[in-house]
């Protein structure tokens, strides 16, 4: 399984907004722009007056994407921060950081493993918003990733 491919999103030509002035589009197009710099899109493109069509990037590409001063800044990402985090999320956190380091064909020596969970879980806590269930929705992108990994050995 790899996250990605095409959705369309419906945003509405905004003809019932106030003074027929559209809110949600050019909302939803500034969201669509910092995505795509972050790496969880890849490509835009209008489908029509009230609507896009959004390649989504591999979570892989959002954790490869580089830090724009303009981008929020990344949660403190220290050994404090992940220890805060349940057991089962550190030990997918810590799965994933040994596929990543075997990618690269680096050992897996303990600090190496404990910098790629940091800088994993950096790039994957920026992209999850606040709010309810986020320790879950953390969990389901850190899953996407490690499938990710899978479907390259495939």
Do not use: C
């Amino acid at each position: 399984m790899s996250v990605g491919g095409d959705v369309l999103v419906i945003t509405g030509r905004g003809r019932s907004s106030a003074n027929g002035i559209a809110v949600v589009r050019p909302a939803v197009e500034k969201r669509l722009s910092r995505l795509r710099r972050q790496g969880v899109v890849t490509h835009v493109q209008e489908h029509t007056a009230g609507s896009f069509i959004v390649t989504l990037a591999p979570v892989r590409a959002l954790l490869g994407a580089t830090n724009r001063r303009k981008d929020p800044p990344a949660p403190d990402a220290l050994p404090a921060a992940l220890s805060a985090l349940p057991a089962a999320t550190r030990a997918l956190l810590r799965d994933l950081a040994a596929r990543s380091l075997d990618a690269l064909g680096a050992p897996r020596t303990d600090a190496l493993v404990n910098d790629e969970m940091l800088h994993q879980f950096s790039r994957l806590a920026r992209a999850i918003e606040p709010g309810p269930n986020r320790d879950e929705r953390l969990k389901a992108a850190i899953r996407a990733a490690l499938a990710d990994f899978s479907d390259e050995r495939d």
